[in-house]
């Protein structure tokens, strides 16, 4: 009686029917689109295809990070850069007012903290000028009025000649008596002084130029036996925050 065989349907090779099933297993288990195989596969895929999405959208995110705090960094770290250059003309004249009007090392920044602007006027080089103004843009009619009018105080070293064009050494002694001391009554004059200038106060904002007209003030009272009236017309006249209609003189 002869033996029932059967062709392996991979190979052709004859197999006793009842050994087709263990062929198959041994000698193709391992062919391409085995059930094995396809397992591994469906797997495979879609973890490598969900780790590759993962990656990339990490990537994205670190590198719209970075693109982020490069941007605010060079937003909060900007300061304009001081220079020595005291302007193409004299004070008060049409041709100076063009270039201080352009200018912006003069400006409103760490508002209310005395200790940064005492500092920040410190660091500055002596030789180096704050120019343009702090908060508006300059007005032609006022600054050239002011400048005729500080010509008269020429001879006090804290008060600058001009209060768009002010040198660092002249702000550092101007705001060196910050923290000057007052009797009662020298206190009284100078409340009265800031109630009577323009912005009703040392300045319009406590920027540098709050703290450095502040201190200012405190010396030309206790030093230079100044009333409220002169005084209020000297911060008057150094008034350095723009803008049209400042003065009240």
């Known amino acids: 009686m002869g033996l029932e065989t059967e062709k392996c349907p991979v190979c052709g090779t004859s197999v006793k029917k ?6 198959l297993g041994r000698v193709h288990s391992k062919r391409p689109g085995s059930t094995a195989e396809r397992q591994v596969v469906v797997k495979s895929a879609p973890v ?35 220079g020595t250059y005291q302007g193409p003309a ?14 912006s090392t003069d400006g409103c920044r760490d508002l209310g ?29 006022d600054y050239s009025s002011q400048i005729p009018g500080l010509t008269n105080y020429s001879s006090i070293s804290i008060i600058t000649p001009d209060p768009y064009n002010v040198l660092a050494k002249t702000a550092k002694a101007m705001v060196a008596t910050v923290d000057l001391r ?21 300045c319009c904002c406590m920027c540098w130029a709050g703290y450095a007209h502040e201190g200012q003030a405190k010396a030309l009272i206790v030093q230079y036996g100044y009333d409220a009236q002169q005084l209020a017309a000297v911060l008057n006249f150094e008034d350095c925050c723009g803008g049209p209609g400042q003065m009240n003189m």
């Open 18 to 23: 009842e050994n087709l099933k263990g062929h």
């Open 48 to 82: 490598f295809r969900s780790h590759k999405k993962r990656n990339a959208l990490i990537g994205a995110g670190i590198g719209v990070t970075l693109v982020a705090l490069l941007v605010l960094g060079v937003y909060f770290s900007h300061v304009p850069t001081m």
């Open 90 to 103: 004299a004070a008060g004249t049409q041709a100076e007012f063009n270039y201080l009007s352009q200018q």
């Open 113 to 141: 903290n005395e200790i940064a602007n005492v500092n920040w006027i410190n660091s500055l080089a002596d030789d180096t000028y704050i120019q343009g103004s702090c908060c508006t843009p300059m007005a032609w009619t």
């Open 182 to 202: 007052l009797s009662a009554s020298q206190q009284s004059t100078y409340n009265s002084a800031m109630n009577m200038t323009a912005d009703k106060g040392p």
